[in-house]
C-alpha cells in the first residue's frame, strides 16, 4: 500500500509563511494527481481543496488562496509541497496531503491521504 506522511504545519503570525511537504512510500507504480486539503475543527465542517497538482505540472487553487499559495511536486521523491504566504487567520485548519495513485498498472488507481498537520494563524 501506499503511505503518506506530512510536515511543516505549526503556529504562524497573520502575515508570515510556512512551508508543508508530504511524501508517499510504499507500493507505488504512479501517482496521478497530488493536493492539499484543509478542514476546519468545528463539528459539521467539510475537507475543502486546497490546491492541487497533476503529473506535468497543471495546477488549481481555491480562490481563497490564489496568489499566496503554490503547490509543486518532486516526481522523483514522490512529494508534494504547499508554501503558503501571507498567511491569515481564516487559514487555521487541519491540512491534509491527497495523492491519486496507482500500486501496480492494472490496478485502478485509489484515493491516499496523509494524517493531518495543524496549521494555525494567529498574533
Known amino acids: 500500500q501506499v503511505q503518506l506522511v506530512e510536515s511543516g504545519g505549526g503556529l504562524v503570525q497573520p502575515g508570515g509563511s510556512l512551508r508543508l511537504s508530504c511524501a508517499a512510500s510504499?507500493?507505488?507504480?504512479?501517482?496521478?494527481?497530488m493536493g492539499w486539503y484543509r478542514q476546519d475543527p468545528g463539528p459539521g465542517e467539510e475537507r475543502e481543496l486546497v490546491?492541487?497538482?497533476?503529473?506535468?505540472?497543471?495546477?488549481a487553487y481555491a480562490d481563497s488562496v490564489k496568489g499566496r499559495f503554490t503547490i509543486s511536486r518532486d516526481n522523483a521523491r514522490n512529494t508534494v509541497y504547499l508554501q503558503m504566504n501571507s498567511l491569515k487567520p481564516e487559514d487555521t485548519a487541519v491540512y491534509y496531503c491527497?495523492?491519486?495513485?496507482?500500486?501496480?498498472?492494472?490496478?485502478?488507481?485509489?484515493?491516499?491521504w496523509g494524517q493531518g498537520t495543524q496549521v494555525t494563524v494567529s498574533s
Open positions: 491527497n495523492m491519486v495513485a496507482r500500486i501496480a498498472a492494472p490496478i485502478p488507481p485509489k484515493d491516499y
Open positions: 510504499g507500493s507505488i507504480f504512479s501517482i496521478n494527481t
Open positions: 490546491a492541487r497538482i497533476v503529473t506535468f505540472g497543471t495546477t
